[in-house]
């Protein structure tokens, strides 16, 4: 059984920036394509960014693009979401999943497992 455990969020002002890390455990890393997704209060959970197995293609949101970068280290079983340039509008649960598949994918529907996720509050 695939686990995913995510850290780093919390609470900042609109500019600063974050770093979320996802461990994954119980199965090999580089076999799972990996993606952030979030969802905030009243709204239904959307893709943020996505990177394949060896982190050679990556893909992210328009929302996002420029401000927020997915990286990974299949050494430390890791997966990052590096948000920068924070705003309010970014205030979400952020979830780390992952998926079986080869395609870097912003399909909620192809991630088989996910993590518990992290909160992230940006105040104005």
């Known amino acids: 059984q695939v686990q995913l455990v995510e850290s780093g969020g919390g609470l900042v002002q609109a500019g600063d920036s974050l770093r979320l890390s996802c461990v994954v455990s119980g199965r090999t890393f580089s076999s799972y394509a990996m993606a952030w997704f979030r969802q905030a209060p009243g709204k239904e959970r959307e893709f943020v960014a996505a990177?394949?197995?060896?982190?050679?293609?990556?893909n992210h949101a328009d929302s996002v693009k420029e401000r927020f970068t997915i990286s990974r280290d299949n050494a430390k079983n890791t997966v990052y979401l590096q948000m920068n340039s924070l705003k309010p509008e970014d205030t979400a649960i952020y979830y780390c999943a992952a998926s079986g598949g080869v395609a870097v994918t912003s399909t909620l529907t192809r991630y088989e497992y996910w993590g518990q996720g992290t909160q992230v509050t940006v105040s104005s």
């Open positions: 990177i394949s197995r060896r982190g050679g293609a990556t």
